[in-house]
DNA sequence: ATGTAGAGAATTGCCGACAATCTGACGGTG
DNA sequence: CACCGTCAGATTGTCGGCAATTCTCTACAT
């Protein structure tokens, strides 16, 4: 619910109401808030309850600051341990952001994306580091509703996508990190431009 | 009750009679559970119960590279950032630990040798960077009772820690960075010849 | 018009109890 | 003797209710 939107961030969630909606005693709801706090999708404040939690610009950046350098690490050892398979899978992966950028089905195309950088996580073999990258994609997901690129940065991301499967098939550690790396980070440029158009705080 | 030992890895915990001695009720105790949960000092088996988290060798050390991942990433946040009393701080636990390793305070050089590397994610300024370390560094507490190192290996580390501060104090984040990576991977390997001893899978 | 105190309503914190599930022992059967 | 079904005990999953705190709206004073 969280991360579709259907409750908005900085959203007040009434247990007693919630746990009617979704037919479960109040208890196995504040269970999973409890859970769902330390993931950093919800806020809880003693005796005023729990609020999707919000997130600022300073967090954001925050947050891709967090995403890089696991990427970049996550990268390094996909580099080192990547299989055939795992290689080919993540081709196929690239081809069809390829196509959904083309095509202009962004929706697919994001998808995708978030799929390719899941496969490096994994490709990487260090679950820890996994599960982490994935909570920071999760909380970058309640900074803005999702701003798209435009055409010009889409082909400069997938070409970044590019350079980074390259390194990592040739088993090149340092330069797989260092493009996942930048990767990141250009993608955090790239969505501060597109919010350059209409925003404050 | 965790980090101090009372329970041991791989332990069960028996929800009535934990609640019972810490004097709360059953749904309080799991809704902490649940939090637990999440920061990976527990595990949750779903109609078994809570056990705390055991650390496998490849756990440790898949926890070593996220370690080595944010302290990097810190660092090279706290050369660019680190505020002068920040840097004195960091000075004065370094002598401290100096202090504590020449006369044998090795419980003081634990304690301070924590601070410092929580000083220096402190002085990065970047919270769910500093907050993901932290846990990182509770799950490592439960891969072995602490390990103690050798006074040759103790001295390496103060080196390299000053090493690690020179950097910031210059404000050089590349060398920051690189140093503080390289010093946990350090330790990791300490790690490893400390077991080397006695200790099969 | 603004601010403040108070009472009632709403909401969260906490608890004990019942239902569902798992564990382990017992005894029967091949 | 090994194997398996059954059953009692123990443990977890879920629930509704009461107490404590917070929130809100009203009435009143400045």
Redesign the interface.
Known sequence: MILQGEVLPGERLNELALSRRLDISR?SL???A??L????LLEIIPNRGVLVRQVSMK?AL??Y??R???F??AAR?AARRATPQCLLRLQQLNEQMRDAASAQRFADYYGRNLEFHTAIMAAGG????AR?YDQ?VK?LHLFRRRSLLHPAQLDLSLREHEDLLAAISIHDAAAAGDVAERHIMLGRDRMLDTLEGGMPA
């Open positions: 208890a504040r269970e999973a409890r859970g706090e330390q993931t950093g967090d925050d947050l600051d967090l890089a350098a696991l970049r690490a050892l260090n679950a820890p580091m982490t920071a909380g």
